[in-house]
């Protein structure tokens, strides 16, 4: 490989630092070359007096600018250590979710309460709107699909007992439809967390009671990210203990 191909990755903090001394280094040479001989370095009006009275405040300036925006720096860095790409404040959103599911290639995994407004929103076989039915695109493009939902026994909700026969029977419906690429199960405990998986983009959130999910914030990370890591392992765990 040519030496020209080469790339070299230096941290931006370290690059700043470096200009600002090439930059320090190229005014201290221009002063030198354009400053009186006749004025001496030390005299109350010599030129260390003239160069200190110009670059102290200035430095100080940018000392207290650098530390400030160090700090935001780190703090950034470590979301992105992290790997989460957005906050969400709340999941009710359905084209940002539907254009993850539109770019599915391989895998879309999804744990909640009932599922229904899910299917009622990318899995609606009868809308003439392509963005309900995005869901069944990817099924037809064998995108392999689970999901987990709570059994009805622990859903004390207003209107979740209809919600769950609803999507019971659209979840067998699938199945039927799809049964290389469409799994289903339910979890036997309250719901407690909203895992959404598509490919390598995670969207986690917390499930309350008494509050509709739609109504609380998600985070969207990356699977391979330390932040999403124990989702995909707390999934993957109720799913094998999870019945049909």
Avoid at 143 to 167: C, D
Wanted: with cysteine; hydrophobic share 45%; net charge neutral.
């Amino acid at each position: 490989m040519s030496i020209f191909e080469k790339r070299l990755v230096i941290p931006l903090h370290w690059a700043i630092l470096l200009l600002l001394v090439i930059l320090t280094g190229v005014f201290w040479a221009l002063f030198k070359s354009f400053a009186p001989a006749e004025k001496g370095w030390t005299t109350p009006e010599g030129l260390f007096y003239v160069l200190a009275s110009g670059m102290v405040p200035g430095l100080v300036v940018a000392l207290i600018q650098y530390t400030l925006q160090w700090s935001e720096f780190r703090e950034i860095s470590r979301l992105r250590g992290l790997k989460v790409k957005s906050i969400l404040m709340t999941r009710d959103d359905a084209r940002y979710y539907g254009s993850l599911i539109e770019k599915a290639k391989k895998q879309i995994d999804l744990m909640g309460g009932t599922a229904s407004r899910f299917l009622e929103d990318f899995a609606a076989s009868s809308s003439p709107i392509e963005a309900n039915r995005v869901l069944l695109s990817a099924l037809d493009r064998k995108v392999h699909v689970r999901i987990i939902v709570a059994n009805e026994t622990h859903l004390g909700q207003v209107g979740q007992q209809e919600k769950f026969a609803s999507a019971a029977r659209q979840l067998s419906e699938l199945k039927a439809k799809y049964p290389d690429c469409f799994e289903y199960k339910y979890f036997d405990h309250s719901p407690t967390h909203n895992i959404f998986r598509i490919d390598n983009d995670c969207l986690v959130g917390p499930q309350f009671p008494n509050i509709r999910s739609k109504d609380t914030p998600a985070v969207h990370t990356v699977c391979d990210g330390t932040f999403a890591k124990p989702y995909i392992d707390y999934f993957n765990h109720e799913w094998g203990l999870a019945v049909e």
